[in-house]
């Protein structure tokens, strides 16, 4: 049957269970301001009462109960928002990234401006007006050199700065590789060390915080779906193939292809599948975008370069010799490429300006490549060389704008998310305050009990059998 003893364990319980929960709103409270920290409660349960049911069990009506236990001690998350942000964050770095990158690339084309591309090309065609309007004039013939070494250099420059962004952002994929494989190590680390905490039976709530916070900075990179273990270790996966599993990690290597750039690849074989992410922007960036700006630069420095150079090696020059082309470039690299022909170097009696020799005044071919200006057979086919370039540059500011406004929109749809976490996870000075006030008055009613114990026992041992005292 219950003796004196089981009040006084019941009490010391209660005081037990309170220091721990004061224990637990104090943690709470020092990492109020701590990044990715879970609140966190204390789990607690009644003992077993006594007596348990027997045949030889005490005839006292009912059960007496023996106090409290704390059971665990738990964080307060929510899975589902923790998918959905992992989700989000892959869509906010991607479309961080464009911006970041696009925004770069719209200062290579700075229009409209007076040092712009389209500047100078509109420049290059009224030097060649002035000599069909005076193609005696040799002031008029070097000015043509000149502008037409500037539009050159022009070209050079923002085919090589543009080359320089994709190197860029070669060199973020490599970062971002590096970055893929490090927070991996870190989270199979942290699996090691909770698996070692989840099979004793406690909960690794510190150390499954940090973790959280490390996949939610990997999913930015890349997407990735992870998949919770009964030993509290999380598997993750990216395009559906294992990056971590328990404490194993399979890396993500830069291999290196045809252009020298870097392509994700499995350790063991395979190309990393993702398509969001920071790590796909930067690629697509790299190999898509701005290749296809370069390859729309080089399309309009050959078509201007090609359409000159048809027209002067067509006629002749100032001393009555055959034409020569005016410009020369590489195949495949014509932005980068493109200069004033050496056999041409600064001479303007080279400048061809007539379609036959002896013929004093003939203008014909300088009218002739002046009136490119508005011939209709650059970009697409149908556009002269403004339209072509202007629609080269309107596709830039859609691709910049596009990014930045959609960096904005999902960089809030995180945000909302995060607060809506917050307000499941976060940490309430308030409530907090709430509960060390309740804990520790449940603390002074345990030690109050203590004390009443104390003293009914004080009674029964020294004055029990004691008369008349």
């Known amino acids: 049957m219950a003796n004196g003893w089981l009040g006084l364990n019941t009490a010391v319980s209660g005081l037990r269970a309170a220091q721990q929960m004061?224990?637990?709103a104090a943690h709470n409270v020092a990492n109020a301001s701590t990044p990715g920290y879970s609140r966190q409660r204390a789990d607690i349960v009644a003992s077993p009462p006594f007596s348990l049911p027997s045949f030889n069990r005490t005839g006292l009506p009912g059960q007496v109960g023996t106090?409290?236990?704390v059971v665990s001690?738990?964080?307060i998350r929510d899975a589902f928002l923790d998918g959905q942000i992992n989700e989000q964050q892959a869509a906010a770095g991607y479309w961080a990234a464009r911006?970041?990158?696009l925004s770069g690339i719209e200062s290579?084309?700075?229009e409209p401006s007076g040092s712009g591309l389209g500047n100078v090309m509109s420049q290059f065609w009224s030097a060649w007006e002035d000599v069909a309007a005076d193609p005696s004039s040799s002031a008029t013939r070097t000015s043509v050199l000149a502008q037409a070494t500037t539009l050159a250099q022009r070209f050079n420059r923002d085919a090589a700065q543009l080359r320089t962004l994709q190197g860029d952002a070669d060199g973020q994929v490599r970062t971002a590789i590096a970055d893929v494989n490090d927070l991996?190590?870190?989270i199979a680390a942290l699996n090691k060390q909770i698996q070692g905490v989840v099979v004793s039976g406690d909960h690794a709530n510190d150390l499954e915080d940090q973790r959280d916070q490390l996949l939610e900075k990997l999913n930015e990179i890349v997407p990735t779906s992870n998949q919770r273990l009964a030993d509290g270790t999380v598997e993750v996966l990216v395009g559906g193939t294992d990056l971590v599993d328990h404490d194993i990690v399979r890396p993500i290597v830069a291999t290196n292809d045809g252009n020298g750039f870097a392509v994700p690849t499995w350790s063991s074989s395979g190309t990393v599948d993702v398509s969001t992410g920071r790590l796909a922007a930067l690629v697509e960036?790299?190999?898509?975008?701005?290749?296809?700006?370069?390859?729309?630069?080089n399309t309009l420095a050959k078509g201007i370069a090609d359409a000159v150079n048809a027209a002067t090696t067509s006629g002749v020059d100032q001393d009555g010799n055959p034409g020569l082309a005016l410009f020369t470039y590489s195949a495949g690299g014509e932005a980068g490429s493109l200069a004033v022909n050496p056999a041409v170097g600064t001479d303007p009696r080279k400048v061809v300006a007539a379609g036959v020799a002896g013929a004093p005044g003939d203008a014909s071919i300088a009218a002739q490549v002046a009136a490119l200006r508005t011939s209709s057979s650059f970009g697409t086919g149908s556009q002269t060389p403004a339209d072509a370039y202007a629609a080269m540059i309107g596709q830039i500011g859609t691709d910049s704008q596009q990014s930045a406004e959609l960096a904005v929109n999902q960089g809030f749809v995180v945000e909302q998310l995060q607060t809506r976490r917050e307000s499941v996870s976060g940490v309430s000075l308030d409530e907090e305050a709430t509960n060390v006030i309740r804990f520790q008055q449940a603390y002074s009613a345990s030690a109050r009990v203590i004390t009443a114990i104390d003293t009914m026992l004080e009674q029964l041992i020294n004055r029990t059998g004691r008369v008349g005292l």
């Not at 790299?286 to 630069?297: E, K, Q, S, V, W």
Request: hydrophobic share 40%; no cysteine; net charge negative.
């Open 67 to 69: 106090g409290v236990t």
């Open 108 to 110: 290579v084309f700075p």
């Open 22 to 24: 004061l224990d637990v």
């Open 99 to 101: 911006e970041d990158v």
């Open 285 to 297: 960036l790299r190999d898509t975008t701005i290749a296809g700006y370069i390859g729309n630069l």
């Open 184 to 186: 991996a190590t870190r």
């Open 73 to 75: 001690i738990y964080r």
